[in-house]
């Protein structure tokens, strides 16, 4: 996927003017923030249970290539496949390798933000292969040529509106011909239209929550069970992950699972959880007789055993974007990429390049929320603060923040001429605003300004100066 | 009162109060002193270093950072009138020096005695009551790091409860972030902008006449954004109404 992270600013500014999408931020804010507070109390060991999940994610990425190799193993010994990709381009060479294998004309594809990360629907119908989203949010935005504004949720950004009109140009070449309003309606109609893609689908395409190493299953949790047609229709199985979606067991998957619908969506599980391992058995009534599994690196393994390795233990619920005040003024698109929220503000730089990127970790209050909610405990504003190090360091930051921080820091270390100073940006504010209280604009403060009134100082000087001239006059 | 010797408590009195409203710098030590502390303003404080830190500058905010804690250093008790800057001190410096082990030493120690100013009254020194009479219905905004890196919550709601004649009615999301973020609101001013409007909104729906909070750099953002906006909702800090300095201007109010 083409990044445009560079132009944050620029993208920000559009999603804040576009009343479609305020529209469908301001039900978000309140939805998914409610129901995982209520999930989040109904259960007495919930914090617990994010400590043994950031424990057990920690202890697999501390061990992750002994992990990955008995992943493999397992699977090799089902009679499947496992395929390394280092980067992106391998990945997508593998997939495309596979489905010329078995002369595939149309994949059906259930929700994976790795192929997104891959560009791998482009890459596919480049070489004449139709890859089709069957997850309904992913199946919205593919009609729309849409990238996903939410990990979880990929089409929150739209109404049921825009819905409707997509689907009544979509489906009439196909018959429907009647433009939709009620939301039943709109499903059951995604649902027919896709059930013939699942039947004349030769590869099935899906991601993975988790990939066990113990049994070398993949664990997948969908709410529309899309998946399970996926993997189970087509002769040939294809699941595409990530190297830190590995976790040892499933007794660790139970754990996992328990911490992942709460934090997601408020649900005590997701409606769907599927185990896939290995290809179809002898004597098994369905199933692919081709099971592979492709794990994607992509970066990710060069962030082990540094400071950045926390952001590994993401197990993509999407309660960071579901609860930060940034995402939800301007969602997902602003973002620029695949991954967007405070989660993506840490991947991303990683993924693409900080100097591509280097917004998403500056815009950020650090107000904790995201950290605060994470269910594997990642700290996210820690992460965020470690990039913009990153970025001084390799003089990313810009020039205006760059002297302004110098000239502060200057005067800081030097605390006699700073009070000089102070003083007399107090007296000339204070006397100038004394009348209003406050200012309505102010050279150099237009950052401020523009929005807001600047409050003016409290005449009589600084609190330093007038606590020095009170303590004098106490001693005399 | 207990029997026991005064505590001496050092106030950080943030860059923040000190240049825009030394008021709220007096409350505080109003209210340490009426709880039996000798309060002490150690002259060679400037910031705590936040500008540098989050804006990823790590070596000035070292040395900003060792420069407060030698200030400081002596004292048993550091306080401060905002949440943010006792997150700094009290949360964060440690990691400033973790290659400096002599340093780390001395910044944990110095962390552990760091204390935001409504929780060190209630949690600390066991305060329930204040002798302050405030007449009007208040809504109290939860400043983010005082919040959820401090646990400041429920102590200035108790404080609040025993000011006569005040009424509190809590807005919708108090506990949301009002957007103001340090450079952020700056770097950023179209996202802050929008998320100070949200909380504003939400503010003017509580239908209290007076919005507090226990940070001013929160408290300038949502004041300055109330008076663009036109709403006569009056702002002030925390500290001022418990203190018994309700009656002044309030924050961006003028003699007009």
């Known amino acids: ?476 | 009162m207990s029997s026991s010797p005064p505590r001496r408590v050092a106030l950080f009195v943030t860059c923040l109060v000190d240049l825009f409203r030394p008021s709220v710098g007096f409350a505080a030590v109003k209210l340490l002193e009426d709880a039996g502390c000798i309060v002490e303003v150690p002259p060679l404080q400037v910031c705590c270093g936040q500008p540098a830190y989050n804006s990823g500058d790590r070596a000035s905010t070292k040395a900003i950072a060792a420069q407060v804690i030698a200030a400081f250093e002596g004292y048993e008790y550091v306080v401060a009138p905002s949440g943010s800057c006792a997150g700094m001190l009290s949360h964060h410096y440690p990691g400033l020096f973790d290659d400096d082990p002599k340093m780390k030493a001395r910044a944990e120690t110095f962390a552990g005695r760091c204390h935001e100013l409504m929780a060190f009254l209630v949690d600390v020194l066991g305060v329930t009551r204040v002798a302050a009479r405030y007449d009007g219905t208040v809504t109290y905004h939860d400043s983010c790091s005082g919040l959820r890196e401090l646990g400041v919550k429920q102590q200035p709601r108790t404080l609040l409860g025993s000011v006569e004649g005040l009424r509190l009615r809590e807005m919708r999301t108090p506990e949301v972030c009002c957007g103001f973020g340090g450079t952020f609101c700056v770097k950023y001013p179209e996202i802050s902008n929008a998320m100070v409007g949200e909380k504003t909104g939400d503010v003017a729906a509580s239908g209290a006449g007076t919005l507090l909070a226990g940070d001013l750099g929160c408290l300038m953002n949502m004041a300055g954004k109330l008076q663009r906006e036109g709403r006569p909702i009056k702002v002030r800090h925390v500290a001022e109404v418990l203190a018994g300095m309700g009656d002044r201007h309030a924050i961006g109010e003028g003699e007009r």
């Open chain 1, 1 to 476: 996927m083409q990044s445009t992270a560079r132009d944050f600013k620029h993208n920000a500014h559009e999603a804040l003017v576009d009343p479609n999408l305020q529209d469908s931020l301001s039900k978000l804010k309140v939805g998914f923030s409610e129901r995982r507070r209520q999930a989040a109390e109904r259960l007495p060991e919930f914090e617990a249970l994010r400590d043994r999940a950031r424990d057990i994610k920690n202890h697999t990425l501390a061990n992750l290539d002994f992990y990955l190799e008995e992943f493999e193993r397992k699977v090799i010994a089902l009679g499947g496949h496992v395929h390394w990709a280092p980067t992106a381009e391998d990945a997508q060479r593998i997939i495309a390798d596979l489905c010329k294998s078995v002369d595939a004309k149309t994949i059906a594809k259930s929700k994976s933000m790795v192929s997104e990360e891959i560009g791998l629907n482009d890459h596919l119908e480049a070489l004449g292969i139709a890859p089709i989203e069957t997850d309904l949010g992913e199946y919205i935005i593919q009609l729309r040529h849409e990238p996903p504004s939410h990990i979880i949720a990929p089409a929150v950004h739209l109404t049921k509106d825009q819905v409707a009109d997509t689907f009544y140009e979509h489906h009439k070449a196909l018959g429907f011909t009647k433009r939709l309003t009620e939301r039943n309606d709109l499903v059951a109609e995604a649902r027919y239209v896709l059930r013939q893609k699942f039947l004349e689908a030769d590869v099935g395409l899906n991601g993975a929550n988790f990939l066990v190493a113990e049994t070398g299953s993949s664990m997948l949790v969908t709410n529309e069970g899309n998946a399970d047609l996926s993997n189970t229709l087509p002769r040939m199985q294809i699941v595409l992950a990530s190297i830190e979606k590995v976790i040892p067991t499933l007794e660790d998957a139970a754990v996992l699972l328990r911490v992942l619908a709460r934090s997601a969506t408020g649900q005590e599980s997701s409606a769907y959880t599927t185990l896939n391992t290995g290809p179809k058995r002898d004597g098994d009534l369905d199933g692919p007789s081709q099971y592979h599994v492709v794990i994607l690196d992509n970066g990710r393994s060069s962030v082990l055993g540094t400071k950045m390795q926390d952001m590994l233990r993401c197990i993509r619920c999407g309660a960071c974007m579901n609860h930060c005040p940034v995402y939800g003024a301007i969602g997902g698109h602003a973002y620029g990429w695949v991954y967007p929220g405070p989660i993506g503000a840490v991947l991303t730089p990683q993924l693409i390049g900080v100097e591509e990127a280097g917004n998403l970790p500056n815009a950020s209050t650090f107000c904790g929320r995201c950290e605060s909610v994470c269910p594997v405990r990642i700290p996210l504003p820690g992460l965020m603060r470690h990039w913009r190090e990153r970025e001084f360091e390799q003089h990313l930051t810009p020039r205006a923040v760059r002297q302004g921080l110098a000239l502060w820091s200057f005067l800081a270390r030097r605390p006699k001429l700073y009070r000089r100073l102070t003083q007399l940006a107090n007296r000339m504010l204070a006397t100038f605003g004394k009348v209003e209280g406050r200012y309505r604009s102010l050279p150099l403060a237009s950052g401020w300004t523009r929005f807001r009134d600047l409050p003016a100082p409290q005449p009589g000087g600084t609190f330093h100066s007038q606590w020095a001239r009170q303590r004098s006059r106490t001693r005399a």
